[in-house]
């Protein structure tokens, strides 16, 4: 398991929901590629509404709805393995927008790791 606390750098690949790779949803393959590069973790991120560089909004009101809304793809680790991950997104990514952000991990634990932690009640975060 990776431990990961203390400076970090947050990827951030924003897209449309309908961009495939081969055929799967684009955020599918780059949470997979992600996961076996064993970088910490990744979160995809379904967006309500948004636009980018086409200038057409889409939107997830019932008037106007619209099947190709906005994911962010998120991912946390140091720096040095992010940045070896990006000549992956080079390949995968023909449009959209991925953005790197310095960012700090607090804390960074697995389910069942403490066990005798019954949630977050009470704990001290700084």
């Given at each position: 398991m990776t431990r990961?606390?203390?400076?970090?750098?947050?990827?951030?690949?924003?897209?449309?929901e309908?961009?495939?790779?081969?055929?799967?949803?684009?955020?599918?393959?780059?949470?997979?590629?992600?996961?076996?590069?064993?970088?910490?973790?990744?979160?995809?991120?379904?967006?309500?509404?948004?636009?980018?560089?086409?200038?057409?909004?889409h939107?997830?009101?019932?008037?106007?709805?619209?099947e190709?809304?906005?994911v962010?793809?998120?991912?946390?680790?140091?720096?040095?393995?992010?940045?070896?991950?990006?000549?992956?997104l080079?390949?995968?990514?023909?449009e959209?927008?991925?953005?790197?952000?310095?960012?700090?991990?607090?804390?960074y634990?697995?389910?069942?790791?403490?066990?005798?932690?019954?949630?977050?009640?009470?704990?001290?975060?700084?």
């Open positions: 990961l606390t203390g400076s970090a750098l947050r990827l951030t690949v924003l897209i449309g309908n961009d495939t790779w081969h055929r799967k949803p684009l955020y599918t393959e780059i949470v997979h590629r992600a996961h076996a590069a064993g970088l910490a973790g990744a979160s995809v991120f379904r967006g309500i509404e948004g636009f980018g560089a086409s200038s057409r909004i939107t997830s009101r019932l008037l106007s709805l619209s190709d809304l906005p962010a793809v998120v991912v946390v680790d140091t720096e040095e393995r992010v940045r070896a991950f990006l000549p992956q080079d390949e995968l990514v023909t959209g927008m991925v953005t790197l952000d310095p960012c700090e991990v607090i804390r634990v697995g389910r069942g790791e403490n066990r005798g932690d019954s949630g977050m009640k009470g704990k001290n975060w700084l």
